[in-house]
């Protein structure tokens, strides 16, 4: 009797990217939240450090978290590269131009630099992560409660113009890549209906610009305010 043969799905293009779509879609979820969580700054300094220390005060439900991000970005990235790297030894020629080649494939220019806008993203992550998250450590108090004063890190940080200009810069390069990357997610799980995919393609060009906006908003504000 034949052995069962080693189920490879995941292995192959298509499965890397079912998983570079649920991965990718899983940490849109959080940039959503993680810009949302940005703007408290505006509305005062405790109430943006309150914010903060909530999410700390998570404990071991924040580190669970925190793994599961790290694994969603580490496959997202990793079979990002791996495919784009398969797609080049299998097409060595580059196009020619870039441009939109619109419907149905829309081609643009989002599309054709994914890989770096990507690669771009995961050095800036790790910038971003030892500016803040491994920064500075400032203490207040805030009614009664001694905690971080990630406020004060946020003006320090963005009252730099090569941080903040750099900041922006990259918050564009991420609505670039959402742009193409939410609408690829659904193509890749199989939304690709017509009556569906230019919805999709909308909304994901939607969610791209009002983050680029709602992230690069603060920085700005402290830069040209404080």
């Given at each position: ?28 979820i ?12 505006l ?61 149905p ?82 193509q ?39």
């Amino acid at each position: 009797m034949a052995s069962k043969p080693y189920d490879t799905t995941f292995l192959t293009t298509v499965g890397k990217k079912i998983v570079m779509a649920i991965t990718g879609l899983f940490l849109v979820i959080f940039v959503v939240e993680h810009m949302l969580g940005n703007l408290f700054f505006l509305v005062g300094a405790d109430a943006y450090n309150e914010y903060s220390h909530k999410l700390l005060s998570l404990g071991p439900l924040l580190w669970a978290i925190e793994i599961v991000l790290l694994a969603a970005f580490v496959f997202h990235a990793f079979y990002g590269i791996s495919i784009t790297l398969y797609n080049k030894s299998a097409r060595p020629e580059k196009y020619k131009q870039l441009r939109s080649a619109g419907k149905p494939s829309r081609k643009t220019i989002s599309s054709t630099t994914m890989i770096y806008t990507g690669l771009i993203l995961l050095i800036f992550l790790v910038i971003h992560l030892k500016s803040f998250k491994y920064g500075t450590y400032y203490s207040t108090v805030v009614n009664g409660v001694e905690m971080r004063d990630l406020h004060r890190l946020m003006v320090e940080k963005f009252s730099t113009p090569l941080y903040t200009f750099g900041y922006v810069a990259v918050m564009i390069l991420l609505g670039f890549h959402l742009r193409h990357g939410f609408w690829s997610a659904f193509q890749s799980l199989g939304a690709n209906h017509p009556r569906y995919s230019a919805g999709i393609y909308t909304l994901g060009v939607f969610i791209a610009i009002i983050l680029a906006i709602g992230f690069v908003a603060v920085p700005l504000w402290i830069y040209f305010t404080q």
